[in-house]
């Protein structure tokens, strides 16, 4: 990843920590005639011309160069691997519990981005046969979480997650540029968007809401929704590229 890129990513932590993700106490209760908020996240214009990530180990596997995954545009403007979530909802459905998934897959992390609940756990594995490591850190304080060796194709290993929401970055220090993000709420009620920047948050109480949508290089942008009894609210959004 280019130095432009890397302080992109850096102010982006500094505009999304201006305000702190969801913290309330979340209670889970049974969701009567919920609603849905969907939408669509689009990048306007055109999308940075953003240089490919130049290799620097494993050059007979991971090839010279990887497409670097900054800015994900799909049919229509649509922007992949953005994080939308309710912003401070205190009650509502229940949260996930099964682990989420995290795959060091051709030198680099999939998803790139993902969302998770304070108490879930991660199943991390490779399906490379070279040596990754997994290295989450705390984004705002940059404290490690755990550094793992995965030696070889097919190893996996569940590990929890960080006991309180915030972002989680994730890295492989085996190979710089390697990089994948994992937003913690304390509720269930986010979603990323697909490859033509879609989204949809379920089993959602009616009521009016505060949603965030949260791009790793554009920060966040903020919106209402107000969600109807057994009907879907829209919740669209647009970035300015950096």
């Not at 890129?5 to 982006?12: G, H, P, T």
């Not at 929401?165 to 190979?175: E, T």
């Not at 919106?223 to 879907?232: E, F, I």
Request: proline content about 8%; some cysteine.
């Amino acid at each position: 990843m280019t130095k432009p890129c890397l302080l992109a990513s850096a102010a982006a932590f500094a505009a999304a920590f201006a305000a702190p993700l969801p913290a309330a106490t979340y209670q889970s209760e049974a969701v009567a005639n919920g609603g849905k908020i969907s939408g669509v996240v689009k990048l306007a214009g055109t999308a940075p011309s953003v240089p490919p990530i130049k290799t620097t180990k494993n050059q007979d596997y991971c090839g010279a160069t990887l497409a670097n995954p900054l800015y994900v545009v799909g049919k229509g403007g649509g922007l992949a691997n953005v994080e939308v979530f309710i912003k401070d909802i205190s009650r509502g459905k229940a949260k996930p519990t099964e682990p989420i998934t995290l795959v060091n897959e051709h030198c680099m992390f999939h998803p790139r981005v993902q969302g998770a609940c304070v108490g879930q756990q991660v199943k991390i594995s490779s399906a490379d046969p070279i040596l990754h490591n997994t290295h989450p850190q705390i984004a705002d304080t940059n404290a490690t979480l755990y550094n793992l060796a995965l030696p070889f194709k097919g190893f996996s290993v569940v590990k929890p997650l960080a006991t309180q929401a915030g972002v989680l970055r994730i890295k492989c220090d085996v190979h710089e540029w390697m990089r994948a993000w994992i937003l913690e709420f304390d509720h269930p009620y986010f979603a990323t968007t697909d490859a033509d920047g879609k989204f949809e948050i379920g089993d959602v109480p009616p009521g009016t809401y505060t949603v965030v949508a949260w791009h790793e290089v554009m920060g966040e942008k903020t919106g209402n929704a107000t969600v109807s009894p057994g009907k879907a609210a829209a919740s669209d959004f647009q970035f300015t590229p950096k």
